[in-house]
């Protein structure tokens, strides 16, 4: 396959487009999909759920997860269509009294070509994350997955037309930077999604800004996951592990600064240390396996390098953090690595400082409240956050102090498509997922009304 697009290739799916707009006139093309939407959405449901266990099957061989995990991604994907379809008929603007007997209202509507550009870590739910909701306030979309993931956004394009989306409103084109250059250049596209990292986001939205298109980025994180004496600590331990090792921890909101309460530090360590020993590293495709490969051969010596500069700068590796060769003979050149766990750390660190994409925790100590928040805060990141306490009004308080778009409560990762997704600072800009997603896949029209004379000054 090749890893870059042509400009003319890039241009089919948006020629394609065109010509379906000019079959449905005289009405415009977004407001007939519009009305459409619900009852495709549903249909596409049911396709969806009909095919989960084999399309979790072909994400294992996309990415490198977990089936385990694969299925719950799945589910989520589909969760999110029917989400959406929801929303769409739900749509609506607001009636405003104005002095004088007049009034005005307001309409959404379509940005028109929207351009969705993804990540290798959830390949098919970044996809349905930008189409559904772009589908369902009426645009059309062209999306471009990752290249190291590049096969289930097309089986969403399949389902897509199965369920009966008219063709041209969804379109997938492959590719690298160059085909990701020509979408946020090309004068159609009204709006450009993006899910990757801060470099490449900045270039996306330095490209789109040519044109004055909108952009929604979501990028990195190196979030903090506070825990305090009075947490539950089992619970604690548990959150821990799901905010540092879903997807091989090549997740962008991953809480990978853990900070510890110094009273219960050596109890938080013993256990932590204990399970993440007990992952079972293998074959993603068994239903006993809890860790996969990552994504390649360049990302695993990034991640088993970030280890090792660790420990150079004074780290100390309680566990793993070394390449794993599973026994199955056929696993023997996957890109295994045992799940890390590092202690002595210090906020200066590179392993504290920059996003590594791997399962690799680091662990540090605090005694107040304000100490660590105060630390927390200290980053350019601003993604996502955590905080175990059995006390409901310091939840509440570190919660609002902290500075990030995502603050979970004794739990971490759990997310869902009904709540709204994306960072603070360098972390990104706008919004996906819930309600708030509206914003940025519309455009809001001003009609004002005038019931009387026109009073004129000349």
Avoid at 35 to 54: A, F, G
Avoid at 91 to 106: D, K, R, S, V
Avoid at 282 to 301: C, E, F, V, Y
Wanted: aromatic share 6%.
């Amino acid at each position: 396959m090749n890893r870059n697009t042509t400009e003319s290739q890039v241009q089919t799916p948006l020629n394609t487009i065109v010509s379906l707009s000019k079959t449905l006139n005289p009405k415009p093309l977004t407001r007939l999909i519009s009305l459409k939407n619900y009852s495709i959405s549903v249909t596409l449901v049911w396709v969806s759920q009909e095919r989960l266990v084999d399309i979790a099957k072909v994400e294992v061989v996309n990415n490198g997860k977990t089936l385990t995990e694969a299925k719950g991604n799945i589910h989520m994907a589909v969760q999110g269509i029917e989400y959406f379809a929801g929303i769409a008929p739900t749509l609506a603007g607001q009636h405003i009294q104005m002095p004088g007997g007049c009034f005005a209202y307001t309409r959404r509507e379509p940005l028109g070509v929207c351009v969705g550009i993804g990540a290798w870590n959830f390949p098919l739910v970044l996809a349905v994350m930008k189409s559904a909701p772009a589908l369902a306030c009426g645009n059309a979309m062209v999306y471009k997955p990752s290249p190291m993931a590049p096969i289930t956004a097309v089986i969403l394009a399949e389902i897509y037309k199965e369920a009966g989306v008219p063709d041209g409103l969804f379109n997938v084109v492959q590719g690298g930077a160059e085909t990701g250059s020509l979408l946020c250049h090309h004068p159609m596209v009204a709006k450009v999604s993006f899910t990757g990292s801060v470099p490449t986001g900045k270039k996306v939205m330095e490209m789109a800004a040519k044109g004055v298109k909108q952009v929604t980025l979501e990028l990195g994180g190196k979030s903090p996951l506070i825990i305090f004496k009075d947490c539950e600590l089992e619970n604690a331990v548990k959150g821990a592990l799901m905010a540092n090792f879903l997807t091989q921890g090549q997740v962008c909101c991953n809480g990978t600064r853990v900070y510890v309460q110094r009273d219960i530090l050596p109890q938080f360590l013993e256990e932590v240390v204990k399970r993440t020993k007990a992952i079972a590293v293998g074959d993603p495709m068994l239903d006993g396996t809890r860790m996969g490969a990552l994504i390649s051969r360049p990302q695993l010596d990034k991640v088993l390098g970030f280890v090792k500069e660790a420990q150079k700068q004074g780290a100390r590796v309680l566990c793993g953090g070394e390449p794993f060769v599973p026994s199955d003979p056929k696993l023997k050149g996957g890109y295994f690595m045992s799940p890390c766990v590092l202690d002595n750390c210090r906020d200066d660190m590179t392993c504290v400082k920059e996003e590594i994409f791997g399962p690799v925790m680091s662990v540090m100590p605090f005694d107040t409240e304000e100490e660590v928040l105060q630390r927390a805060n200290n980053t350019t990141f601003g993604l996502a956050s955590g905080v175990f306490t059995r006390d409901v009004a310091r939840a509440h308080r570190v919660a609002e102090n902290l500075q990030a778009g995502t603050c979970f409560i004794n739990n971490y990762n759990t997310n869902s498509v009904v709540v709204p997704f994306g960072g603070y600072k360098m972390s990104g800009i706008g919004k996906e997922n819930g309600q708030a997603v509206i914003e940025y896949y519309t455009q809001l029209k001003t009609v004002v009304v005038e019931m009387g004379d026109v009073q004129s000054l000349f």
